[in-house]
């Protein structure tokens, strides 16, 4: 039941020609098109680029009465397309065709190409019939460039009290883009759209902000759990949508219990496969969220879970709208599964990354909860035997750095994540540094199977050792391969990490794959770069801030595959929400360890001030690459903890 079309390849990118198909404001005209040619009698389809397939599984033909399926290349020939075998387009003069349906976007050299091959007669339709309006629009010369669909889709609920803020810069300024602006949509749980706008956005690398409370006000809904689509248009550099969201409560509490949590961008090309969904714990409710990404109902067993490393399967016995949402109970499906056990999600490619929800169900906290997602489970992975050499030249090589908080107050857990297809064992270590960059603890995992559930707690690995004196016992810790008993590696090391206060339970968690840092030289392109070629070995990332009774808290850590510079030179840039630079402050990070730091702490009221609500902070190291957690924090530690995004 997984939907056949392409949508992301680690060679070539992201997919633009689903988005296109799938954009409601084109599937709508989409719609028009197929009723236009349902009327019109036989249809012979011309496909030259192999586009039919995708246009058949986003959108019902069956109306159309289709006299033949032609193609251009003669390795199509014969394929089964809508139930017709392709035929060189050269007998389409034969067809009885009363309309061709030519199935490209910028068709004009298409149609050009066979005129005189068409029927007598016959109209001519493509699928520029169905094109978005130019104003949504970046190059207007070729349709599916990909920042013609800088698209995203966002978790997005304001119902029982609880409500979701979107906080993002303009980004795409940073590479010359000019007049960027947002079209957004707005979808209930049913998928209809309840809100549509538009949004300019300042000129320069400004902060954006979209709350679910101002939305509500300023459109007169009522209370809502659904998504939203955010469309970027005139962007640049970047066809990638990246946000941070909030989740927080009236007065940041419900039902008696404080909630308050944080994600990020859903990543904006469905997957098959999803991974890393936490089994609850007693006491708790996990919830997926399943959100369809597209304009075509998603079909009951078409979804469903199971155990990593059982193949038995719960199927989602229910339909789920256009651009609808879904609340899938991980009990109801799977009523055995308890932490640390984790499952695997069967998506089709009906969904982008999706959300979970874990909700405490006992009292004093019923009703808190905290908001993560999943990861892309790969398909096209196979153990790379290559990866056990990298010591020689890579150190560590591949590495997945997390936060160690504070021990006094708080409970740093990891949990190693399988996140491939072929990856049937996982070889892993488990390194704890101060932040200073000594290793005070390491732990060999062995070989864990697929099936394998271990949770890792710090302070055990530690057993007593210190990080630091009270108030300063934090750092950081890594999860490598360990191939010294032998295994595979594929360079898809994930993990989930939770973090737990001690003193009333409330929790976090965030969930990231391992990269190698801070060497000159590349494998498969690693050390990843955000822009251009590897390696990547300079830092921007962006960190939202809190407001009113909010601090925000940062972590950032120098994780390095081999010895780098003894220090970073980490600046830390304040700006307001037009861009202007407000303050700065530059701090060091010894290699191989970590900075714990907060905005209040670092920023004098008076900056803050200037800075008001819908400043940020960027964080910038020309000299190395960091990798950071941000989160909110109010005086009794109630806080959200997320990765942050770079650009």
Same mark, same amino acid.
């Given at each position: ?131 978005? #309006? ?147 714990? @007693? ?99 196979? #153990? ?122 409330? @929790? ?51 994780? @390095? ?87």
């Amino acid at each position: 039941m997984a939907l056949r079309i392409d949508t992301f390849s680690n060679q070539t990118g992201g997919n633009a020609l689903f988005k296109a198909l799938g954009h409601p404001e084109g599937a709508d005209r989409m719609a028009a098109l197929i009723r236009r040619l349902a009327a019109s009698g036989p249809v012979a389809i011309y496909d030259p680029l192999g586009f039919l397939v995708t246009v058949a599984n986003l959108h019902d033909l069956s109306p159309i009465q289709v006299a033949g399926v032609y193609v251009q290349d003669l390795a199509d020939l014969g394929q089964q397309r809508l139930g017709h075998a392709t035929q060189p387009v050269t007998d389409l003069r034969a067809s009885p065709a009363r309309a061709v349906f030519v199935a490209a976007f910028d068709a004009g050299r298409f149609v050009d190409h066979v005129r005189h091959l068409l029927p007598a007669g016959a109209a001519v339709a493509t699928l520029d019939d169905a094109k978005l #309006p130019d104003e949504l629009l970046t190059n207007r010369q070729r349709y599916l460039d990909p920042l013609n669909f800088a698209t995203n889709f966002v978790f997005f609920r304001d119902q029982d009290g609880l409500h979701t803020r979107l906080v993002t810069a303009n980004y795409w300024a940073g590479y010359g883009a000019k007049d960027v602006g947002f079209w957004l949509t707005l979808f209930d749980e049913n998928g209809a759209r309840i809100a549509t706008w538009e949004q300019k956005v300042p000129e320069g690398v400004a902060g954006v902000t979209i709350d679910s409370r101002e939305v509500r006000r300023r459109f007169g809904l009522p209370e809502f759990t659904g998504q939203l689509l955010l469309h970027v248009i005139n962007g640049r550099g970047h066809d990638v949508v990246k946000y941070a969201l909030d989740t927080y409560s009236d007065a940041n509490l419900i039902n008696g219990a404080t909630t308050l949590s944080c994600t990020h961008d859903a990543n904006a090309w469905p997957s098959n496969l999803y991974a890393g969904l936490p089994a609850p714990r @007693a006491g708790e409710r996990v919830v997926l969220w399943v959100q369809n990404s597209h304009c075509c109902p998603i079909p009951a067993k078409a979804v469903g879970l199971n155990l990593m490393g059982d193949d038995k399967i719960a199927w989602l016995n229910s339909e789920v709208p256009a651009f609808g949402s879904y609340a899938l109970d991980v009990a109801e499906h799977l009523p055995a599964a308890r932490w640390p056990q984790q499952i695997e999600i069967q998506a089709g490619k009906h969904f982008v990354r999706p959300r979970y929800e874990v909700i405490d169900t006992n009292a004093p906290h019923a009703g808190r909860r905290r908001i993560a997602h999943p990861n892309v489970e790969r398909e096209d992975l196979k #153990p790379d035997p290559r990866i056990a050499d990298l010591g020689n030249l890579m150190g560590k090589g591949y590495l997945l750095p997390a936060p160690v908080l504070p021990l006094s107050r708080w409970r740093s857990l990891a949990l190693p994540t399988p996140m491939a297809t072929d990856q049937r064992e996982l070889p892993v270590a488990a390194i704890v540094y101060d932040k200073d960059g000594r290793e005070v603890a390491h732990r060999r995992l062995g070989r864990l199977q697929r099936r394998d559930s271990v949770a890792l707690d710090a302070e055990e690995l530690l057993a007593g050792a210190s990080l630091g004196a009270p108030g300063q016992d934090w750092g950081h810790m890594e999860l490598v391969y360990d191939l010294s008993a032998g295994g595979d590696a594929d360079g898809w090391l994930h993990g989930l990490f939770r973090y737990e206060a001690k003193a009333h339970g409330h @929790a976090a968690e965030t969930s990231f794959g391992a990269h190698i840092f801070n060497t000159v030289m590349t494998y498969r392109n690693e050390p990843q770069s955000y822009a251009g070629r590897a390696p990547g070995l300079s830092t921007r990332l962006f960190l939202r801030l809190g407001t009113g009774a909010l601090d925000t808290l940062c972590h950032l850590i120098y994780p @390095a595959s081999t010895p780098w510079h003894p220090q970073s030179a980490t600046e830390l840039l304040l700006y307001d929400r037009d861009g202007q630079e407000v303050a700065r402050r530059s701090v060091q990070i010894a290699c191989g360890g970590s900075l714990l730091w907060r905005y209040h702490e670092r920023f004098a009221a008076e900056e803050r001030a200037r800075a008001g609500a819908g400043g940020y902070v960027v964080i910038r190291d020309t000299t190395c690459r960091l990798f950071g957690y941000h989160g909110l924090i109010d005086a009794q530690d109630h806080f959200s903890l997320d990765h942050m995004f770079g650009f």
